[in-house]
Structure formats: structure tokens, C-alpha cells
């Protein structure tokens, strides 16, 4: 099954692309198991149990169908990997616009955050497969700094600068949460109660002056939201300032 879950990475250049193989029309008789519903399922998996736990055979139990009804639509786990980055990739709403190229690219961010803290394992997907969905921001934000007098090059940059932001923030987020999880604490405050004395031995050594006073002065450590705006905030006056725009 291994063996056969790898088969799309192997596929020889004759090898049709999912995505045009699911642009041709359906048969006249609607078919009960759909692109849609696979992803869908496989989604759901990832998001309860996590990405290692999405098989095809695991897959195919959870649509009702004999094991190898999938394989109709993707060739193994690969693409369905895609399918289910592009199933994610369809709930960010995409900017029209005409809200400026910062207003465009701070809601797109903001969005993106809501969506991968809701499939934290996208963010180990998404650098390897290639999706119409991915697409579709891609064009929504190069589109929000056309006419700027940017050359491609730098917007395509732009772009990137952003989209990494995210992701490492996200990134950040996801793995604190997965460590409160292991320690089998609740919340940061517990977590900052667990890790007091190795805390309090550390500051003690009088090493670290700048970052006592945060521990000390912080009133905003258990605000991701804030945190993840501000630094989104920096990356565009950055953006703005570098490219006079």
C-alpha cells in the first residue's frame, strides 16, 4: 500500500496533472464519490488526528468505499495532498482589489492566520505542492501591487516576504500549542507556572537583563493576536518604506 500511495511521485512525464484530469467534465451520471468529498474527508483527518494519520486506506473507510475507489480520482498520497491544500486554500477570501495593495495584503495575512491555525498541519504542506486555490491568492495579491511600478521580481518578492511571515508566525503558534499538549498543560500561564524555577535560575544569572524586564514588564504574552499583528504591521511599513509605495 506504501508502495502505492508514492505511485504519483513516480509517474513518468506522460503522467496527466490532477488538476487537468479534474477539469474535464464529469459522465453524464454524477458520480457518488467526488474530488470534493475525498478531500473533505482527508481533511478531517488531518485536522483531528493530524497529517501522518491521512492514508488511502484510511481514507476509503472513512468515505464508505472499497479501497481502491479513490485512485479514480488521485493516483496516491501525493495528490491528495493536493487536494486537500487546495480544499483549505478555497476558504480564504481573496482580495478584490480595491482596498490598496496594504489593506489587500494585511487582510490576506489575517485570513491565511485564521486558516492554518484551524489545519495547523497545512503548514507542512504547502511548500511542496502546487494547487489552482494557491493560485488563485497568489494572482489576488500580485494583482493588489500591479500598477505600482514594481517589476515583477520585487512583487513576486513582496509576496514571499509576506507569506513567510505568516507561516513562521503561525509556525510559532502551532508549536506552543503542541508543547502545552506534551507538558499536559492547559494554558501559557500554566506553562510559565512549569517552567518557573528553570526560568528564575536563568534570570538569576543576571545574563539576560532585557529580556527580565519583558518576563517582568509584558502585558501582552497571552495575546497572539496582537503579536502577530504588530509584527505583520512592521513587515508592511517595512515593505512600504523600502519601496516607496
Same mark, same amino acid.
Given at each position: 500500500?506504501?508502495?502505492?500511495?508514492?505511485?504519483?511521485?513516480?509517474?513518468?512525464?506522460?503522467?496527466?496533472?490532477?488538476?487537468?484530469?479534474?477539469? /474535464?467534465?464529469?459522465? =453524464?451520471?454524477?458520480?457518488?464519490?467526488?474530488?470534493? /468529498?475525498?478531500?473533505?474527508?482527508?481533511?478531517?483527518?488531518?485536522?483531528?488526528?493530524?497529517?501522518?494519520?491521512?492514508?488511502?486506506?484510511?481514507?476509503?473507510?472513512?468515505?464508505?468505499?472499497?479501497?481502491?475507489?479513490?485512485?479514480?480520482?488521485?493516483?496516491?498520497?501525493?495528490?491528495?495532498?493536493?487536494?486537500?491544500?487546495?480544499?483549505?486554500?478555497?476558504?480564504?477570501?481573496?482580495?478584490?482589489?480595491?482596498?490598496?495593495?496594504?489593506?489587500?495584503?494585511?487582510?490576506?495575512?489575517?485570513?491565511?492566520?485564521?486558516?492554518?491555525?484551524?489545519?495547523?498541519?497545512?503548514?507542512?504542506?504547502?511548500?511542496?505542492?502546487?494547487?489552482?486555490?494557491?493560485?488563485?491568492?497568489?494572482?489576488?495579491?500580485?494583482?493588489?501591487?500591479?500598477?505600482?511600478?514594481?517589476?515583477?521580481?520585487? =512583487?513576486?518578492?513582496?509576496?514571499?516576504?509576506?507569506?513567510?511571515?505568516?507561516?513562521?508566525?503561525?509556525?510559532?503558534?502551532?508549536?506552543?500549542?503542541?508543547?502545552?499538549?506534551? /507538558?499536559?498543560?492547559?494554558?501559557?500561564?500554566?506553562?510559565?507556572?512549569?517552567?518557573?524555577?528553570?526560568? =528564575?535560575?536563568?534570570?538569576?544569572?543576571?545574563?539576560?537583563?532585557?529580556?527580565?524586564?519583558?518576563?517582568?514588564?509584558?502585558?501582552?504574552?497571552?495575546?497572539?493576536?496582537?503579536?502577530?499583528?504588530?509584527?505583520?504591521?512592521?513587515?508592511?511599513?517595512?515593505?512600504?518604506?523600502?519601496?516607496?509605495?
Amino acid at each position: 500500500m506504501a508502495a502505492r500511495e508514492r505511485q504519483g511521485a513516480s509517474k513518468g512525464k506522460d503522467h496527466v496533472p490532477l488538476w487537468e484530469r479534474l477539469d /474535464r467534465p464529469e459522465p =453524464a451520471a454524477r458520480p457518488t464519490l467526488t474530488a470534493l /468529498r475525498i478531500a473533505e474527508a482527508a481533511v478531517g483527518v488531518a485536522d483531528a488526528e493530524g497529517l501522518d494519520a491521512v492514508t488511502m486506506r484510511r481514507l476509503a473507510t472513512e468515505l464508505g468505499v472499497a479501497p481502491m475507489a479513490a485512485y479514480r480520482y488521485v493516483t496516491g498520497k501525493d495528490e491528495l495532498l493536493e487536494l486537500m491544500v487546495d480544499f483549505v486554500y478555497a476558504e480564504l477570501d481573496l482580495p478584490d482589489g480595491k482596498e490598496g495593495w496594504r489593506a489587500a495584503m494585511r487582510s490576506v495575512a489575517l485570513r491565511m492566520r485564521e486558516v492554518l491555525l484551524r489545519h495547523s498541519w497545512v503548514t507542512r504542506a504547502t511548500w511542496c505542492v502546487l494547487t489552482p486555490n494557491q493560485l488563485a491568492l497568489t494572482e489576488a495579491v500580485l494583482a493588489a501591487l500591479d500598477g505600482l511600478g514594481l517589476d515583477v521580481d520585487t =512583487a513576486m518578492a513582496v509576496y514571499s516576504t509576506l507569506t513567510s511571515y505568516v507561516h513562521g508566525a503561525v509556525g510559532s503558534e502551532v508549536g506552543l500549542t503542541q508543547l502545552l499538549h506534551v /507538558r499536559g498543560w492547559s494554558t501559557r500561564e500554566e506553562a510559565r507556572s512549569g517552567l518557573a524555577s528553570q526560568m =528564575a535560575w536563568l534570570m538569576n544569572t543576571g545574563r539576560f537583563p532585557t529580556y527580565a524586564r519583558y518576563i517582568s514588564e509584558a502585558e501582552r504574552k497571552d495575546d497572539p493576536q496582537w503579536q502577530f499583528e504588530t509584527g505583520l504591521d512592521a513587515v508592511l511599513d517595512g515593505i512600504a518604506a523600502r519601496l516607496a509605495i
